[in-house]
Nanobody, 123 residues
Framework: QVQLVESGGGLVQAGGSLRLSCAAS????????MGWFRQAPGKEREFVAT????????DYADSVKGRFTISRDNAKNTVYLEINSLKFEDTAVYYC????????????????WGQGTQVTVSS
């Protein structure tokens, strides 16, 4: 099993930037495909980004492509989500997740989830 803890969320003005981190413990992060998802109030959880075990493959939701960057440092057992040009609609709780399967946008593919970190964008 792996335990995931997100950090780095906060209140930021539109147009600003944040870097979210997801620290893993229990098993080495390199065993897992990692993903970021988010859930806004009253909405379903949605895919944001995913990265393969060694970082060679990434995939992004269309709504964040060009603004968000997912990366990983397996030596530090940490995955990152760099968020730039924040928009009001990016307000959500952001979750990282680990999958023992192939790269996927489907939440059902992910076996382990963190508790989430709140990102709030003000106008």
């Amino acid at each position: 099993q792996v335990q995931l803890v997100e950090s780095g969320g906060g209140l930021v003005q539109a147009g600003g930037s944040l870097r979210l981190s997801c620290a893993a413990s229990g098993r080495t992060l390199s065993s897992y495909v990692m993903g970021w998802f988010r859930q806004a109030p009253g909405k379903e959880r949605e895919f944001v980004a995913t990265i393969s075990r060694r970082g060679g493959t990434t995939d992004y939701a269309d709504s964040v492509k060009g603004r968000f960057t997912i990366s990983r440092d397996n030596a530090k057992n940490t995955v990152y989500l760099e968020i730039n040009s924040l928009k009001f609609e990016d307000t959500a709780v952001y979750y990282c997740a680990a999958s023992g399967r192939v790269v996927s946008r489907a939440a059902l593919s992910y076996d382990y989830w963190g508790q989430g970190t709140q990102v709030t964008v003000s106008s």
